[in-house]
């Protein structure tokens, strides 16, 4: 019996993993830590919600008290760290929030781990889940590997480092047993869509302008989410301690080639004639401080602990747009209110 706290676990990437550990596992309880911001959805969650393995608690990881309180009720084995601010445009808005969750909340974890384990590290892991966008921004050439220098260069990568090196630092200096992984992209289901992926499906569907930053020559690694679950849980059992995994897809896109795939698919499905959708594509001003390219060498995941992404590109990608166009509840619900607000601030003025 195992008692594993994820937190983050309404949002994109962490509904898709407390789905496979509650039903991978029956053994583990899964304990659901999520503050329901803007971004975590329980809708994500409804065919699990009640299992008799898993409990969702609405709470902010920064409550320290509050965090501890869960430790002890529940005591906590294992964390799979996922809560955060993750979108790049809001933290050029509003750093402070990404300096609040993502690193005094990552703190408040580590601080109520080493005192509930209290040194007793046996069969204990805390496992911070990261992104490749802390190792900054590549040219045309060349992989992220495990040991590329840090170099962030927005308010969300900083503040993604910043708990990276604050999770390491509790290794090092307590030895608190913490395993870190850096994945690329990913797209799939239940994404927010103020993301590229589900932002622009969304826009094309409603004939809306498909907004590009810059010329849209930016090159992002994409690795769709079911397959960045498999590797969180493949590491979390198999990975070893005090190490660092990159997660990617060894699947590059410019933007700009990516969003034409998007048209073509969706056009198609909508019945319309392919392609002609290209005309909503709208070039704006980029993204200030816009890493240009980002591409994961994941050969050590590959080598040392058996990962492989299980699904091509082209296969994930129209999985994905049906999924967007099937689910239209789903995406209502997310696009209304202050979804709208959001929109119009960041896009219309
Ligand atoms: P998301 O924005 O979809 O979800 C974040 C979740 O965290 C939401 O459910 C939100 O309610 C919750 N949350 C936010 N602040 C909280 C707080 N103070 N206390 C408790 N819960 C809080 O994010 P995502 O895209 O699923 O990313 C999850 C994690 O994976 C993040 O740490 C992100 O940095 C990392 N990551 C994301 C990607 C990607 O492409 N999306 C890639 C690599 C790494
Ligand atoms: O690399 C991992 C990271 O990927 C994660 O850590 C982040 O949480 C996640 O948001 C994502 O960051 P990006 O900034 O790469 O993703 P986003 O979907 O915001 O943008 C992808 C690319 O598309 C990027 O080059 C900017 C561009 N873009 C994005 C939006 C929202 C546009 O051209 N227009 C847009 O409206």
New binding site residues.
């Given amino acids: 019996m195992k008692n594993i706290l994820i ?9 898709h993993v407390v789905r496979l550990f509650v039903n991978k596992y029956p053994n583990y309880n899964i304990i659901n ?9 329980l809708e994500n969650l409804k065919d699990i919600e009640n299992k008799s393995n898993y409990t969702f608690i609405k ?4 409550e320290h008290d509050a965090v501890k309180e869960i430790f002890s009720k529940y005591k906590i084995d294992g964390v799979i ?7 790049v445009d809001r933290s050029i808005k509003n750093p402070f929030a990404f300096a ?3 690193i005094m ?1 990552t703190l408040s974890l580590l601080q109520a781990a080493k005192e509930f384990w209290k040194d007793n590290y046996k069969d204990k892991l805390f496992y911070h ?5 802390v190792y900054g921004s590549l040219t045309e050439n060349g992989f992220f590997t495990e040991d590329t220098a840090y170099d962030p260069h927005s308010p ?1 990568s900083a503040s ?1 480092a910043s708990s990276d090196h604050f999770v390491r630092s509790f290794h090092d200096t307590y030895g608190l047993p913490i395993i870190i992984s ?6 799939g289901a239940n ?2 869509p103020e ?1 590229l992926i589900p932002l622009f499906i969304n826009n094309i569907c409603k004939n809306k302008p498909l907004p590009v930053y810059g010329k849209g020559e930016n090159v992002r690694d994409w690795l769709y989410v079911e397959d ?1 679950a498999s590797a969180i849980d493949v590491i979390f059992h198999q990975g070893k301690i005090g190490e660092t995994y990159n997660v990617g897809g060894f699947n590059e896109w410019k933007n700009i080639d990516l969003i034409k795939i998007l048209i073509k698919t969706v056009d198609t499905l909508l019945g319309r004639e392919e392609g002609s959708s290209e005309s909503l594509i709208t070039f704006v001003n980029d993204r200030a401080g816009h890493d240009y390219r980002y591409a994961i060498d994941s050969s050590k995941l590959k080598n040392e602990l058996g990962w492989e992404p299980s699904l091509q590109f082209e296969e994930g990608i129209e999985k994905t747009i049906k999924w967007y166009l099937e689910d239209k509840e789903w995406v209502k619900h997310v696009t209304s209110g202050d979804y709208k607000k959001y929109y119009d601030e960041m896009y219309t003025k």
């Fill in positions: 937190t983050g676990g309404a949002g994109f990437i962490g509904s830590l999520d503050a329901l911001t803007y971004a975590g959805n709470g902010d990881i920064c760290h996922l809560a955060a601010e993750s979108h609040q969750t993502n909340g889940i990261s992104t490749d966008e969300y993604k850096n994945c690329s992209n990913n797209y994404q927010f993301k960045h």
